[in-house]
């Protein structure tokens, strides 16, 4: 009877200190992580005076842009004309090409392969009937996932394509064509998708009344064979 007493003690005492302790153990969780450097193309000023003070600024961290025509002219130039549902205050204007050509701006990031992404991004068209004459491409990886033709006036549209990168790098690259007015892209965005199922934070951390079976499992088998040497 002693014994059981003492047992009842022993084991009350232990569900009560990991009750206590299992409530403080902190939860990891997963944090979502843009890949995309400069994704809302807030980085740089408007206007750059060491290209021209007088025109936007065609210089963008981050990416790569590919759209210089000749006479030094961009095609893809920085913009004061924002997402409203963003804070930001410039987006990226798509300009003017000649018949026949694309302007590009592409940046490469770090993934990893067999791994499920999501890219979304916002676009917008100044054009509209009867002058109406742009092309808008997406490519991720080399493969083209959207091809648009003669996009009508619209404002900031949010567009969401998914991919599975084939590298431990995989290049973004957003080609346009316009031949009167201009197209506008903002908020560029990539992350990865089902971050549990395969294998994120949350699945390294143990439930609490995990932890706390295991640490009454290894308490009282070590209490019952201090107990049982004693009774030796």
């Known amino acids: 009877m002693k014994l059981a007493k003492s047992f009842g003690l022993f084991v009350v005492g232990l569900t009560s200190a990991i009750a206590i302790t299992g409530a403080y153990i902190p939860q990891a969780k997963a944090v979502k992580v843009n ?3 400069n994704g809302d193309f807030e980085a740089d000023p408007l206007v750059d005076p060491n290209y021209d003070p007088t025109l936007p600024n065609p210089f963008i961290t981050g990416w790569k842009n590919d759209s210089q025509l ?4 961009y095609a893809n130039r920085l913009s004061n004309y924002p997402n409203p549902e963003t804070n930001g205050l410039r987006s990226v204007e798509l300009g003017y090409t000649p018949p026949g050509t694309l302007a590009n701006l592409s940046q490469t990031l770090a993934t990893k392969k067999h791994n499920k992404y999501q ?3 916002y676009l917008a068209s100044v054009e509209e009937a009867p002058r109406l004459d742009n092309i808008f491409q997406v490519s991720v990886g080399g493969k083209k996932l959207l ?10 549209t949010k567009y969401t ?10 290049d973004i690259k957003f080609s346009s064509h316009t031949g009167y007015d201009w197209l506008n892209l903002d908020d560029v ?8 199922a395969q294998g994120g934070p949350h699945s390294s951390v143990p439930e609490p009344s995990t932890i706390g079976g295991l640490v009454i499992a290894g308490l009282l088998g070590g209490w019952m064979k201090r107990k049982k040497a004693v009774s030796c």
């Not at 648009?148 to 619209?154: E, H, T, W």
């Open 35 to 37: 890949l995309v450097q």
């Open 70 to 73: 000749e006479g030094g002219v």
């Open 119 to 121: 890219l979304s991004f």
């Open 147 to 156: 091809d648009l033709a003669n996009v009508s006036f619209q404002g900031f």
């Open 161 to 170: 394509l998914d991919f599975v990168a084939k590298s431990k790098a995989t």
């Open 189 to 196: 965005s990539v992350y990865k998708v089902d971050d549990d």
